[in-house]
């Protein structure tokens, strides 16, 4: 959209301009108007959003009268008056020259040395125009010179008339100019609005920051006081602005800093009944002292503000995900162990859980913490197996701005403050380096960690639980785990059962665990499942409930996949059933013909004919495999 427009008195005027626009390739829009019309029109075309004017003699002044964009001016200069000499030359009397601005000298002048009786005639509207013809055609003069507006009353009276034309170097003056002016108006409007953008942001700064800021000048006086200063001080004497800083908070000490020059940070000053932490900053111009700038935040919102931070990083991710109603089991071990643990939760000391791989250790700690009043903050996990020393320091202590063991930029937390009024859990301790644990047994007994790279200690509230495996006893006579970090790890000590411990728990597992990977389709598959389940009495878990979990997961795919129970057994090699071996001297005995005698009165079901031979019902698909029975379609 062209942000240029070119009100021309004459049509004459406006095609030479469209020329000139067109062969330039400039965004320059050009409109005829009269004196009366070009107001208006320029009223339009500035509301529309033009940011420049263009325009000649009295259209041009009467624009730059009433509008404030920039009007540029097509002058008449000398070369337009020497058609009008030409024709002066061949006439005899007075000229009389028509012009809304003052009639220029170097004209005045070729009049003088053309010995031309010359007469000059001033208006400012229509009305006037026709009044200054009449007057000139009353003083007797012969010929008239101006633009279009006093030509049209000169044909009225009768009085012969130059109209006065633009040459194109006219012309195009006029719009080089407009371009440069719209060029400057367009960087100043980009200055002004980066101005306005930077200052907004600095009065939201200002304005909404936690802290309260307070600034004074080199004497001493307030120049300005934030929204959250007047909320977290007792300032007096309102309006603040151009008062001593002593009249509004007697209790600051801005005026020493303004005299010492000396910044003080972390301050605590004393208001009331709150303690307030202050900073006082001297504001130094070319070695003077021009002013201070203090901040004050309460203590009490800076707790507030940890409290959020520490929330935050709990709704990352840094939470707990399980609770004791998500442990599956009625035996007697497992049922202990819970009623052992909800008791340690509420306690806040720290917590052993020991147990063989795969028993659930890190599920009782996540349900821990759910159950302790440190519930809503973050719980952390790290893992101290296979991790080099380095990176396990590094993730627990963190590191400052170019302490990085790895050469990364910027600082990180460690494990220890992100757990910062929670919980951190170290899976499997007993594989901790000796200079990791070295760095625990200082953590815990001094409450404290110093990042790397650091000089200062960072205070911690953090409730510590570790799993092991039974080797840990061993390795502490071996010399690889701290005794010292042993007896501040394990004052509440939880062991947990493995699963063969567990009576019937597995299968209760198996059951619930089946039903959520099957969903919708479980009633499909219960059969087979319980067929499966059938199979695996008496097995011996080792993997614990890991293993277990595995082995649904497995003989869940090969179910969807369409295979029969047979073809499952015989791909989970190792589950081999304890009553198998007593059970392998009879398989010789057994003929094709007995096994089909046994499906046949069972009529084809598995654990009916099983009990026919006497047999489990791994050792009858065994069998059945064997022969080669198949049950398709309801028969063998």
Not at 146 to 164: M, P, Q, R, W
């Amino acid at each position: 959209m062209s942000k240029i427009l070119f009100i021309s008195p004459s049509v004459q005027l406006a095609a030479r301009a469209r020329e000139i626009i067109a062969e330039r390739s400039l965004e320059v829009e050009v409109q005829v108007a009269s004196l009366k019309e070009s107001k208006e029109i320029a009223a339009r075309a500035v509301e529309n959003g033009i940011k420049v004017l263009i325009s000649r003699g009295g259209n041009a002044s009467i624009l730059q009268k009433c509008f404030a964009v920039p009007v540029i001016k097509v002058k008449l200069t000398s070369g337009c008056y020497i058609e009008a000499f030409e024709k002066i030359r061949s006439i005899e009397g007075p000229v009389a020259f028509f012009s809304v601005e003052e009639i220029q000298d170097n004209v005045k002048t070729l009049c003088y040395l053309m010995d031309v009786e010359s007469n000059f005639y001033r208006f400012d509207n229509e009305m006037a125009a026709e009044d200054v013809v009449k007057k000139a055609v009353r003083d007797g003069n012969v010929l008239g010179i101006g633009g279009v507006v006093t030509e049209k009353y000169a044909g009225l009276y009768d009085l012969d008339y130059v109209t006065l034309e633009n040459s194109r170097e006219d012309i195009e003056m006029a719009l080089d100019s407009a371009q440069q002016v719209l060029a400057s108006l367009q960087r100043e409007e980009i200055r002004r609005k980066s101005l306005q953008l930077q200052l907004q942001r600095y009065e939201v700064i200002f304005n909404y920051t936690h802290d309260g800021i307070i600034a004074i000048d080199k004497k001493g006086k307030v120049e300005v006081v934030n929204k959250q200063a007047e909320k977290i001080l007792p300032l007096k004497n309102k309006p603040y602005e151009g008062q001593y800083i002593e009249n509004i908070l007697p209790s600051t000490k801005m005026h020493t800093v303004l005299r010492s020059g000396e910044m003080e940070t972390d301050e605590l000053m004393k208001v009331g009944n709150a303690i307030i932490n202050t900073n006082r900053i001297p504001i130094i111009i070319d070695g003077q002292i021009e002013g201070v700038v203090a901040t004050f935040r309460d203590i009490e919102s800076i707790r507030i503000s940890e409290q959020k931070i520490r929330s935050n990083l709990h709704k990352k991710g840094l939470a707990s995900k399980y609770r004791f109603t998500d442990m599956i089991g009625e035996s007697k071990a497992i049922q202990r162990a819970i009623r052992i643990a909800k008791g340690y939760a509420k306690n806040n000391s720290n917590i052993l859980l020991l147990g063989e791989i795969g028993v659930g250790k890190e599920m009782f700690a996540h349900s821990i913490h759910r159950e302790s009043r440190r519930r809503n903050m973050p719980f952390v996990v790290v893992n101290c197996a296979n991790v080099s020393p380095v990176v396990l320091l590094a993730d627990l202590q963190g590191y400052e701005e170019g302490s990085s063991p790895f050469g990364a930029k910027g600082h990180k937390e460690g494990m220890f403050e992100l757990a910062h009024g929670g919980t951190l859990f170290l899976d499997k301790i007993e594989d901790a380096p000796l200079g990791v644990q070295a760095l625990l047994l200082r953590v815990l007994e001094d409450n404290e960690v110093r990042r790397i790279g650091g000089d200062h200690v960072i205070p911690i509230d953090v409730r510590v639980i570790v799993s092991a495996n039974k080797t840990l006893t061993k390795k502490i006579e071996e010399g690889t785990f701290l005794e010292e970090l042993f007896y501040a790890i394990s004052v509440l000590t939880l062991e947990i059962p493995p699963l063969r411990e567990r009576g019937d728990d597995y299968l209760l597992l198996c059951s619930d665990w089946f039903r959520r990977s099957f969903g919708a389709d479980f009633r499909k598959y219960e059969g087979k499942i319980k067929d499966i389940e059938e199979y695996i009495k008496g097995y011996t878990w080792k993997g614990n409930i890991r293993q277990l979990s595995n082995f649904v997961e497995r003989v869940s795919v090969l179910l969807k996949n369409d295979m029969s129970v047979e073809e499952v057994v015989s791909t989970l090699p190792g589950l081999a059933h304890p009553a198998d071996e007593k059970e392998n001297v009879m398989l010789g005995k057994w003929t094709r013909a007995a096994v089909l005698e046994a499906l046949s009165e069972s009529k084809l079901n598995i654990s009916r004919a099983a009990r026919l031979l006497n047999c489990s019902r791994s050792t009858l698909y065994k069998k059945m495999d064997e022969f080669n029975i198949k049950i398709t379609n309801g028969t063998t």
